[in-house]
């Protein structure tokens, strides 16, 4: 039995109940989900490519940096709105082209830390519009990563980000630990 068979929907982007019985498939079977961070729509195109040639699942993601790139790098940035936009325009983009690679795809932001928070809610706020539009969020999952704070920082942030997430279906990473918050 191969992923697909046990997916609801079989290509594009997938959330939900579809991301938790693709990972739990993925353990189950002993195999890996390549998660690959996207800067550009050549990136996109690129990995949907490969994940087509292998039928395989992807991950594909953005960071606040290569948001920011996909927003075009002359956007200023100090208020994180090229990273929300450029964020915003590649998950409109894999939404749009993800369909006709014929593989499901986990839409996926990378290493969010405190510092970058507004990011995650210009994100969240596009997901809640998509959502209220189409009954799904715009994302599958998003990261926090926490590391760099207290462990009871962490768990509060998460918890209450995930108040705002899981209405929507939507998974959320927590990072606990010494990442140190990098993309």
């Not at 606040?64 to 964020?87: M, R």
């Not at 959502?131 to 768990?155: Q, R, Y």
Request: charged residues 20%; hydrophobic residues 40%.
């Amino acid at each position: 039995m191969g992923a697909k068979d046990v997916l609801s929907r079989k290509a594009g982007v997938i959330y939900g109940e579809d991301v938790k019985a693709l990972f739990k498939h993925a353990q189950k079977e002993n195999y890996a989900i390549p998660a690959i961070n996207c800067t550009s729509s050549s990136t996109v195109v690129a990995s949907l490519e490969a994940a087509k040639v292998a039928q395989a699942p992807i991950i594909l993601q953005v960071s606040q940096g290569g948001a920011a790139y996909f927003c075009g790098k002359g956007i200023d940035n100090k208020d994180q709105s090229a990273s929300i936009s450029g964020a915003i325009a590649a998950a409109h983009y894999v939404r749009a082209v993800a369909p006709a690679y014929g593989v499901p795809v986990v839409l996926h932001t990378d290493h969010c830390a405190k510092k970058l928070l507004p990011w995650l809610d210009g994100m969240l706020d596009a997901d809640e519009k998509h959502f209220k539009a189409t009954g799904e969020p715009l994302f599958s999952s998003h990261m926090i990563d926490l590391s760099e704070e207290p462990v009871e920082e962490n768990i509060k942030t998460t918890a209450d980000y995930l108040k705002r997430a899981a209405p929507m279906k939507q998974w959320l990473e927590m990072e606990i630990g010494i990442t140190g918050g990098e993309e």
